[in-house]
């Protein structure tokens, strides 16, 4: 239980004006999305009798979602987010209504995929929530160390509560239940986070000179090395969420208590949240790139408990125990690199680079899934635990081998080379009252 000064440092987060409000809108689209997988595999099993054709139309969505998040991302930065996540979310709801008609109405697969496919439109509410808390907090690196922990812990919640309240829908109601909740949800939080205009960060128009590198004026935010270091480490930590939730099932299933794999699951997902929590209430005192190869090594390091009870012959039990260490590992790596996208660009860009980098997991994540059903259906149980570890290795690989290039631009999320001149909060000594107090009576502890 995280103790009273630990839940006044998140009170005193909150003490922003429209915090509370943005935060809590926003959770009920991200919490649509946690369902949308388990909803949609329930929904077309039941009509239509096919795991396989399941698996192919949520491919079909997480692909295109993965090359429409960061083209939504770049209309988020350049027009704002209100502008561009209402017409977004309605849009969107669009292809899910037909996915739901088509599946109603028995028509061909290929419109099923097509539906999917279309759906690709979904604002990145997640990331949309962090531009938020790097504006407030711009110019104190320690309170946005904080808010990006936060967030973090409700990505956790969410993937824990969103699969179980879609199967419940699904199997107590109708199998269309779940999705019909999650798109409702979805558009729903979308439209009111968009409403909450107090917080949207300000446009940031585009220097035309200046000491940022002339590559770096315009294009994709991919022309910074650092990111791209950190979308294809991403890739890889999204292969070792893919291929651990595969195994796991796998695992439990051919123990004869697959049922059981949700809880392993939501065991994984509970590391991941406690670690975020408590991650938060360390100040950091080291740079974003030391704290990022610190969080991949332990990653790495802690994927190997369930390798090693997979292939002991484990039970449940201790398994769960491996799968909650290993999910402990992940909120440090993923916080420190959510910041480190703030701290390697500007504010201009901040929406599509986030984009970019859960578009990697969301890729990772499909490889990682697919790998580890070839080594399920191959290799003995317990073996697929291998390849979570390896794609844990190879993060720590390619952070190792970017290592110079995860230096911030500046000091901070906030400087006059993220923040147009004359915002408020802004001070010529690069101080600012942009947050509710300082940070350092904001967090404790160090990083």
Request: glycine letters at 14%.
């Amino acid at each position: 239980m995280p103790s009273r000064a630990s839940l006044a440092s998140y009170r005193r987060l909150f003490a922003a004006p429209g915090a509370v409000a943005f935060t809590s809108t926003g959770l009920l689209g991200r919490l649509a999305l946690s369902m949308n997988g388990v909803a949609l595999v329930v929904l077309l099993s039941e009509r239509r009798g096919s795991y396989g054709l399941a698996g192919a139309v949520s491919a079909a969505g997480l692909v295109a979602g993965a090359v429409g998040m960061p083209l939504i991302g770049r209309l988020v930065d350049r027009y704002g987010q209100a502008r561009v996540t209402v017409p977004a979310a309605l849009y969107n709801a669009v292809p899910l209504t037909g996915l739901l008609l088509c599946v109603r109405l028995g028509a061909p697969d290929w419109t099923l995929l097509l539906c999917s496919a279309a759906c690709s439109a979904a604002p990145n509410l997640g990331g949309m929530a962090r531009s938020r808390w790097a504006h407030l907090y711009r110019d104190e690196p320690a309170a946005r160390h904080l808010a990006n922990s936060f967030e973090q812990a409700l990505d956790e919640l969410c993937f824990m509560a969103g699969p179980v309240l879609a199967m419940l829908l699904c199997t107590t109601l109708a199998p269309e239940a779940g999705l019909i909740t999650a798109g409702t949800l979805g558009t729903a939080g979308a439209l009111l986070f968009a409403a909450q205009r107090r917080t949207e960060p300000p446009l940031s128009p585009a220097p035309a000179q200046g000491p940022e590198p002339a590559d770096r004026r315009h294009g994709s935010p991919l022309r910074a090395p650092g990111l791209r270091v950190l979308v294809l480490t991403f890739l890889a930590t999204g292969m070792v969420f893919g291929a651990t939730e595969i195994t796991t099932v796998a695992y439990a299933d051919a123990l004869g208590h697959k049922a059981s794999a949700g809880l392993l699951l939501a065991l994984v997902a509970a590391g991941s949240c406690v670690a975020g929590l408590l991650f938060g209430l360390l100040t950091p005192r080291r740079a974003p790139g030391a704290r990022f190869l610190f969080g991949a090594t332990a990653m790495a390091a802690v994927l190997l408990l369930p390798l090693a009870a997979g292939l002991g012959g484990a039970g449940l039990g201790l398994l769960g125990v491996a799968l909650f260490a290993a999910g402990t590992a992940t909120a440090p790596t993923m916080v420190t690199g959510m910041t480190l996208v703030q701290e390697l660009l500007p504010q201009r860009q901040f929406n599509e680079g986030m984009a970019m980098a859960v578009s990697g997991i969301v890729v990772g994540i499909s490889a990682g899934a697919a790998l580890a059903g070839t080594v399920a259906e191959q290799a003995a149980p317990g073996t697929g635990y291998a390849l979570p570890a390896v794609a844990a290795g190879l993060a720590l690989l390619i952070a190792l081998a970017g290592r110079r290039h995860l230096t911030g631009r500046t000091s901070g999320a906030g400087t006059s080379a993220n923040v147009p001149a004359g915002t408020p909060g802004e001070t010529s000594g690069g101080a600012s009252d942009a947050g509710p107090e300082n940070a350092e009576q904001i967090v404790s502890g160090t990083v």
